[in-house]
Nanobody, 122 residues
Framework: QVQLVESGGGSVQAGGSLRLSCAAS????????MAWFRQAPGKERECVAA????????YYAISVKGRFTISRDNAKNTVYLQMNSLKPEDTAVYYC???????????????WGQGTQVTVSS
């Protein structure tokens, strides 16, 4: 069982930066691949970034590649999403997710956080 708690959301102007954090419970954090999803009003939830348990493998959606960076600190049971050059279209609720396996966390995560709002104004 994994419990996930996100933090770091907020409001920022276009071009600005935010860093999201997701703290996970449990002693087996390194077994889990982690991902960040987002859902904007009226749109489907999409995976924007994912990272394997050892940080060797990563995935980025085309829409965020080069602007967002996912990282993790297994000693702190925490995964991060550094978001730079933010655009109004990045506005969404951002969710942390976990699953055993990078491909699985991108498609069908088994664990979700409660979400944190990110609002980017023009």
């Amino acid at each position: 069982q994994v419990q996930l708690v996100e933090s770091g959301g907020g409001s920022v102007q276009a071009g600005g930066s935010l860093r999201l954090s997701c703290a996970a419970s449990g002693r087996t954090f390194s077994r889990f691949a982690m991902a960040w999803f987002r859902q904007a009003p009226g749109k489907e939830r999409e995976c924007v970034a994912a990272i394997s348990g050892t940080s060797i493998g990563t995935y980025y959606a085309i829409s965020v590649k080069g602007r967002f960076t996912i990282s993790r600190d297994n000693a702190k049971n925490t995964v991060y999403l550094q978001m730079n050059s933010l655009k109004p279209e990045d506005t969404a609720v951002y969710y942390c997710a976990a699953a055993e396996g990078l491909s699985r966390v991108i498609t069908t995560p088994g664990y979700w956080g409660q979400g944190t709002q990110v609002t980017v104004s023009s």
